[in-house]
């Protein structure tokens, strides 16, 4: 005689839910607490710092353990930069409220942008997260420096006629910060000029050479600055920043 037998009814709407990744508001919201704690450690840090415009001289720091890298060709991080204005507001446009926009990487930036209150639309928090989303927060929680940028004044290049400009400078003051002891261990300011040597190119009768030299202007104080930052990092802390 066969044994028994008895069927067992799986419900199937169950099924989909096995395995169901997380949505990428959730795991924002999982990372959260720490990203926002992470933030106001570094705001603790500046506020305690010089007044804006009185950092004259360099501070170094030598023998730092791990090295500060932040390279973005190799995707080694040790180090991260930030400008203090997103720092403080991660989803303000630099550009657009008239500001100096060094459009630093956004190791830290954007994962403080997507926990910040409407970082992220409706739609985009109930979706599905990719694999790499959550280590998007991880490797911002694990830098142990962070290099804050700080503009102290910024003129904006204007173009006067086709081989003249005004303004196109920028100072600024840069800290590294050493997240886990929360503090600064290298600081040092930047003077940033647009090239004088002016040299660009236009469409005759399709491109407004103003607007052209203006933008060759802000170009060359953007790399100005970035490439000072990346020199004086080197210089006062053993730091390797490579841009992309």
Same mark, same amino acid.
């Given at each position: 005689?066969?044994?028994?037998?008895?069927?067992?009814?799986?419900?199937?709407?169950?099924?989909?839910?096995?395995?169901?990744?997380?949505?990428?508001?959730?795991?924002?919201?999982?990372?959260? #607490?720490? /990203?926002?704690?992470?933030?106001?450690?570094?705001?603790?840090?500046?506020?305690?710092?010089?007044?804006?415009?009185?950092?004259?001289?360099?501070?170094?720091?030598?023998?730092?353990?791990?090295?500060?890298?932040?390279?973005?060709?190799?995707?080694?991080?040790? /180090?991260?930069?930030?400008?203090? =204005?997103?720092?403080?507001?991660?989803?303000?446009?630099?550009?657009?409220?008239?500001?100096?926009?060094?459009?630093?990487?956004?190791?830290?930036?954007? #994962?403080?942008?997507?926990?910040? #209150?409407?970082?992220?639309? =409706?739609?985009?928090?109930?979706?599905?997260?990719?694999?790499?989303?959550?280590?998007?927060?991880?490797?911002?929680?694990?830098?142990?420096?962070?290099?804050?940028?700080?503009?102290?004044?910024?003129?904006? #290049?204007?173009?006067?006629?086709?081989? =003249?400009?005004?303004?196109?400078?920028?100072?600024?003051?840069?800290?590294?910060?050493?997240?886990?002891?929360?503090?600064?261990?290298?600081?040092?300011?930047?003077?940033?000029?647009?090239?004088?040597?002016?040299?660009?190119?236009?469409?005759?009768?399709?491109?407004?050479?103003?607007?052209?030299?203006?933008?060759?202007?802000?170009?060359?104080?953007?790399?100005?600055?970035?490439?000072?930052?990346?020199?004086?990092?080197?210089?006062?802390?053993?730091?390797?920043?490579v841009y992309d």
């Open positions: 005689m066969r044994p028994a037998t008895r069927s067992v009814l799986v419900p199937l709407l169950a099924l989909p839910l096995l395995g169901c990744p997380p949505s990428f508001g959730e795991v924002a919201d999982k990372h959260a #607490p720490r /990203m926002t704690a992470l933030q106001a450690g570094l705001q603790k840090v500046m506020a305690a710092q010089p007044a804006p415009g009185t950092l004259s001289a360099a501070t170094a720091a030598t023998g730092l353990d791990p090295a500060p890298v932040h390279d973005e060709k190799e995707q080694t991080y040790t /180090m991260d930069l930030v400008q203090v =204005e997103q720092l403080d507001d991660p989803k303000l446009d630099l550009r657009m409220a008239g500001k100096l926009d060094l459009l630093l990487p956004e190791v830290i930036l954007q #994962p403080l942008r997507d926990v910040a #209150p409407e970082g992220m639309s =409706e739609s985009d928090r109930k979706r599905a997260a990719n694999d790499y989303y959550p280590v998007t927060f991880e490797r911002a929680l694990a830098l142990p420096y962070v290099a804050v940028v700080r503009t102290v004044a910024y003129e904006a #290049p204007v173009a006067v006629n086709e081989k =003249e400009f005004t303004g196109g400078r920028a100072r600024l003051e840069v800290f590294l910060i050493d997240v886990r002891a929360g503090a600064v261990k290298a600081s040092f300011p930047v003077e940033a000029r647009s090239s004088t040597n002016v040299s660009y190119e236009y469409r005759e009768g399709k491109d407004d050479p103003l607007e052209r030299l203006k933008a060759f202007a802000h170009s060359t104080l953007w790399s100005s600055a970035r490439d000072q930052i990346a020199e004086g990092l080197r210089q006062h802390a053993g730091a390797t920043v």
